[in-house]
């Protein structure tokens, strides 16, 4: 696996992690038939807030970014996007186990979305994600915390 960071993200990483968006999802949005090329870039710049993204660094150059939006009741795992060329690395999984210990200590379970048909929904069924509710473009997964022992 090659050597990886994280860092806070800024304002300033906003269209980098629009333009990698764009290109992680093109292919499972075009087979949904949702794709396009400014709304794909705006939903994200709509929705960025650095205060609870990360920048992914390779090599001290910008590989992909993650989100882990507060809620009610959770943590929304949200644009966790890795550059193509380096994915099935085990960067996005150790990024991952990461962001969900931080969770665990916290005692906050975490949720997310995935398009259908997405290869990322095996990543996170294997650190332990299960459905919770789907629908023809998404599916909607949650991760408990887990019970640990001494844990009351």
């Known amino acids: 696996m ?11 990483d906003v269209e980098a992690v629009a333009e990698l968006r764009a290109v992680v999802l093109r292919a ?11 709304r794909v870039r705006q939903r994200l ?4 807030v650095p205060a609870h993204t990360w920048v992914i ?3 001290g150059a910008f590989a992909g970014c993650v989100a882990l939006r507060p809620d009610a009741d959770a943590h929304w ?3 966790f996007y890795l550059d193509p060329r380096l994915q099935g690395r085990g960067i996005g999984s150790a990024v991952l186990r990461r962001l ?16 259908q048909g997405s290869a990322a929904r095996r990543l996170y069924e294997r650190h332990g994600f299960t459905l919770r509710t789907e629908d023809p473009v998404d599916v909607f997964l949650v991760r ?4 640990r022992p001494g844990r009351s």
């Open 57 to 59: 660094e390779v090599g």
């Open 45 to 48: 710049r709509d929705g960025f």
């Open 77 to 79: 795992l949200e644009h």
């Open 144 to 147: 408990e915390v887990p019970n």
């Open 2 to 12: 090659a050597d990886w960071e994280m860092r806070q993200a800024s304002a300033e």
């Open 100 to 115: 969900l210990d931080r969770c665990d200590r916290d005692g906050v379970r975490v949720r997310l979305n995935v398009l």
């Open 28 to 38: 499972d949005l075009e087979r949904l038939g949702r794709y396009d090329e400014g």
